[in-house]
């Protein structure tokens, strides 16, 4: 088992940045990916960003890309989205996941282990 904790969200202004953290423990040596997902209010869950646990290439979706980073420190067990120029078409619930299934890739999906969630809210 994975537990992860996201932490960080809030109620912004358009234009402002907003760093999410998201904390894991338990097996997390099992981890091969981690992930950042949102889900506005009825609307599908939607990929954002994802990266390996250990090393390699991130991957993005287009709706986030060159606004949003996402990270890790490995030693402190932490998973980061930051999150520049934030829109107001960005509020949701941000998530972040851990998968323990091998890719050849970064994944859009298939992922094992959900946080919680963190509401992220951007004003106009």
């Known amino acids: 088992q994975v537990q992860l904790v996201e932490s960080g969200g809030g109620l912004v202004q358009a234009g402002d940045s907003l760093r999410l953290s998201c904390a894991a423990s338990?097996?997390?040596?099992?981890?091969?990916?981690m992930g950042w997902f949102r889900q506005a209010p009825g609307k599908e869950r939607e990929f954002l960003a994802a990266m390996p646990w250990i090393a390699g290439s991130t991957l993005y979706a287009d709706s986030v890309k060159g606004r949003f980073a996402i990270s890790r420190d490995n030693a402190k067990n932490m998973l980061f989205l930051q999150m520049n120029s934030l829109k107001p078409e960005d509020t949701a619930v941000y998530y972040c996941?851990?998968?323990?299934?091998?890719?050849?890739?970064?994944?859009?999906?298939?992922?094992?282990?959900w946080g919680q969630g963190t509401q992220v809210t951007v004003s106009s």
């Open positions: 996941a851990a998968r323990v299934k091998a890719a050849l890739t970064p994944p859009r999906a298939g992922y094992d282990y």
């Open positions: 338990g097996r997390t040596l099992s981890v091969y990916y």
